[in-house]
Structure formats: C-alpha cells, structure tokens
C-alpha cells in the first residue's frame, strides 16, 4: 500500500517518495516493520493465549525437561504469517507475480497447519489433522505453484544481457528498475534452472524428455516440472515441521537460509550482478528481496519468545509455513537444486526419520525384533537423549546452518 502512495507522490515531487522505489530502502523497511510487529503482538498474544488456556500437549517421548513444556502457548505460527504479511502488504509491489505466489503459499499452508493446530487443542486430538488432508493441501499448493511457473507470461528469464559501461554507470546509482535497460535482449519462458558447482551451471527441465518430439511431447516436460515442484514443495515443508521439536531450532534455522535466498534474489533481480557472476537474470525477482526481508524479521523476532525456554511454540501453524515459503521462494529463484545444502538440517533431521523406520522395519524381518539406528528420531531427539541440552543442540546445528548457508552463496562463483 505504501509503495503505491509513495509511487503516485512521486510523480509530485514530493520529499522523500523515491526512496519508497529502492529495493534495499524496503527490504530494510520490512525487517524493521516485521520485528517491531513480532515483539510488540508476541506478549500480547502469549497472554491472550494462556487465558484462553491454548496451550501445548505434550506427549510423553521420556525426554529431560519435557513435562516443563506442558501447557506453553501453541499456534504462535500466527506471529509468524502476520509479521510477513503486514509488511509486504505495506511495501511490495502486489502486482508482482512472484509476491503473489508467496502470499498464496503463505494463506495457504498458515490454514492447513491453523486447521491442525485447531483440532489437536480446541478438538482434543492429539493426532490433528490427518496425515493424508495435509498431503493433499501440499500437493495441491505445489499443482498450483508448479503450473502457474509454467504457464504463466510473467514468469521469464532474461537471455543475452550486454551492457555498455555508461549503463552499467548509471544503473549502479539507480536501482529502482532495470528491466528496460537494453532493447536488444529476449525475454523467454523457460524452465531452466540451476546446477550447483558445474561451470555450465543451468539445467533444463524441458529438456529431460530430449528423446521425444518436443512440439507434441513438450506438456510431458511440464508435468515433469510440476511434479518436481510439488515434491520439494512437500519435502521441505514437512522438513520445517519436524524439526521444529525443540525451542528455537526451526525459527532460527529458517531465518539463515532464508537469509541465503535473500542474497540469490537479490544478485538474479539485479542486472549488473547478474552479468558479473554470469547467473541467469529474472526479470521482477528482485522485489521478493523484500518479501524475504519480512520473512526474516518474522523468524527472528519469534526466536525472542521460542528460544529455550520456549514462551510460545509456531506449531504447524507456523512450521508448515516457513517450510512451505522457502521450497517455493527457492523454486522463484531457480535455486531449488541447492536445497539440500542450505537446507541441510531440514534434509538431515526427514532423513533421520526416514532411516529409523527403514532400520526399524529391516531388523524385525531379519531379527524377529525391531531394532533402532539412532536413540530416537527426528535426530535432535537423538542428541537429547544422550544427555545434550536444548539450547546446545540449537546453537550447533545453526552453526552447521550457517556453514552450509555460506556454501551455497559461494556456489555463485565456485563452478
């Protein structure tokens, strides 16, 4: 909303409106605004929460320190969705196709886990919403995430960027737009996307199919890539969600990768960063810097209420959301094949799960009993019950976050 204002007040004159036109001016602006809400609405709505005795149940996995978390105040998730969602309501172009999607995927997995939430406290049900009506919300997020890349003709990359000195120049003292500074590049749909440390770093889902007739076969490829979309878009929102276990561990782990996905959104909407790294442009990207942007403040201003001890856990409401929102700002990007990495935690805690019951379920065939790989799983439990706190587990696996975090940048130049 301010966006538009200071856009019309800038065709005045008017004192101050070009600064509304900056990427870096919003994208401070929304950090800003999203922790000033986080801090200001989380003790509020704690309090309302207790009152309302909308507190945790905690199921008994014989943990240290476990039963002290009964009754804490869930669905904070809500903090989350707000925080990233005043701001950008304020400060994005709501125009942009990809400020668009985000918001969706924002909307759209904030009431599939409030849903959830909602039955396990209000409906006493332990289990929540099933398991199958969440994969059904995820895979349809990701149909519609997928096909909208797909079809839709905002969504393009930028082909054959020259610039002359005198318009790298004035670019770098102007970066409010850069989509018309050359008249002889080609904007196309395309479904490339990008391979980590390869030197011709960029893939082309179009093409995986290249033993078919590409004018009869080619909605083949399309599906492809909306089942990749799909998956990753479920993958990695289930991720967030399991690893959000102990206090402080997913809010502070999505802050840094999504802080990754700031710096590769940022570099792709810029054209002369772009040319530099030699990285694909996409046209309009940039202004999910600012989405980004509230999303971080989101996730670190609810760190002040959920690090251990834990005044309010996200809940579904919350993980579902920010797992959600980084598989898909990733995919904007077309960075998503860097997922594993900056998102190694979210991988290792799904793989962790996945490897005990595969274990499990080996042993009892070959044994007669079931055995365990790890001392519990998600992987975080592992480390609890050999005896390391909470907030040690946290601090390392952010420092192993942020380790990953700076691989994944550096993949802009190590090829």
């Keep these: 909303m301010l966006y538009y204002l200071f856009d019309w007040l800038q065709q005045y004159n008017f004192p101050g409106a070009r600064l509304f036109s900056y990427i870096s001016f919003r994208s401070a602006m929304a950090v800003i605004f999203s922790l000033v809400f986080t801090m200001s609405i989380g003790r509020h709505l704690i309090d309302y929460l207790r009152k309302k005795q909308v507190g945790e149940s905690v199921r008994s996995l014989y943990l240290e320190g ?62 929540g919403l099933s398991g199958k009506y969440k994969l059904i919300g995820q895979i349809s997020l990701g149909i519609v995430i997928g096909t909208t890349i797909y079809l839709s003709p905002d969504i393009v990359i930028r082909e054959n960027i020259k610039l002359e000195p005198a318009t790298v120049s004035s670019l770098l003292q102007d970066e409010t737009d850069d989509s018309q500074v050359v008249s002889s590049v080609t904007d196309v749909k395309s479904l490339k996307t990008t391979v980590p440390f390869l030197k011709n770093n960029e893939f082309d889902y179009s093409k995986i199919l290249f033993f ?27 991720g967030a969600n399991i690893t959000d276990g102990i206090d402080g561990l997913a809010s502070s782990t999505s802050a840094v990768s999504a802080a990754t996905l700031l710096v590769f959104a940022y570099v792709s909407g810029n054209v002369i960063f772009s040319q ?52 898909v700002l990733a995919i904007l990007v077309r960075k998503e094949l860097l997922i594993p990495i900056f998102c190694g935690i979210f991988l290792i805690e799904n793989l962790s799960v996945m ?15 079931g055995l365990h790989l790890f001392l519990m799983a998600p992987l975080h439990h592992h480390f609890q019950k050999k005896g390391m706190h909470e907030s040690k587990i946290v601090a390392r696996f952010l420092i192993i976050t942020i380790v990953l975090a700076v691989v994944s940048v550096l993949t802009l130049k190590i090829r």
Excluded: H, R
């Design 66 to 127: 476990q039963q002290q978390k009964e009754g804490t105040p869930t669905m904070g998730g809500i903090i989350i969705i707000g925080a990233i969602l005043i701001p950008v309501f304020l400060l994005c172009k709501l125009s942009n196709i990809y400020v668009i999607l985000l918001i969706f995927t924002t909307l759209w997995l904030g009431a599939i886990g409030f849903l959830d939430d909602y039955i396990k406290i209000f409906k006493k049900n332990k289990d």
């Design 212 to 238: 078919l007739d590409s004018e009869k076969y080619g909605w083949l490829s399309g599906i492809i890539f909306i089942l990749v979309v799909t998956f990753i878009i479920t993958a990695v929102s289930n």
């Design 276 to 327: 530099y790294l030699n990285i694909m442009y996409i046209p309009g990207i940039g202004e999910l810097v600012v989405f980004t942007s509230a999303f971080i403040g989101a996730t670190v201003g609810f760190l002040w209420f959920n690090a251990y001890p834990a005044q309010i856990f996200m809940g579904d409401t919350g993980s579902l959301t920010i797992g959600g929102i980084i598989a």
């Design 355 to 369: 490897l005990q019951v595969w274990y499990f379920k080996k042993t009892i065939k070959k044994y007669g009993q």
